[in-house]
């Protein structure tokens, strides 16, 4: 079973900054999609941003500029630092990944095409 383990959560001053982690088993991201979502309570998950096989990012308009995603070398590990975090960054965040391949150079962005989740990780900014 693809496991995906979440860490780097915490609670930091608006203005601060977090790095998030996301361990995989039994799995490469190497020809498939990684992804990091965030659930605030009383929203629906939302996509912050991705990572496609060819090292292509994507972000979300509301942490563009602010958030890099990326990965390690072996592609077993997956990263989000996060900048100049704001209250409105407070949420739930979720590492997922894909179980189909798509072409080099594009992921998709809808959470349903996303397979395998993790448990995900807090993330409280205070003004």
């Known amino acids: 079973q693809v496991q995906l383990v979440e860490s780097g959560g915490g609670s930091v001053q608006a203005g601060g900054s977090l790095r998030l982690s996301c361990a995989a088993s039994r799995y490469s991201y190497a020809r498939y999609c990684m992804g990091w979502f965030r659930q605030a309570p009383g929203k629906e998950r939302g996509g912050v941003a991705r990572i496609d096989n060819a090292d292509s990012t994507t972000y979300a308009d509301s942490v563009n500029g602010r958030f890099t995603i990326a990965q390690d070398n072996a592609h077993r590990t997956l990263y989000l630092q996060m900048n100049t975090l704001k209250p409105e960054d407070t949420a739930m965040y979720y590492c997922?990944?894909?179980?189909?391949?798509?072409?080099?150079?594009?992921?998709?962005?809808?959470?349903?095409?996303?397979?395998?989740w993790g448990q995900g990780t807090q993330v409280t900014v205070s003004s």
């Open positions: 997922a990944a894909t179980r189909t391949y798509y072409r080099t150079g594009w992921c998709p962005s809808r959470r349903d095409d996303y397979n395998y």
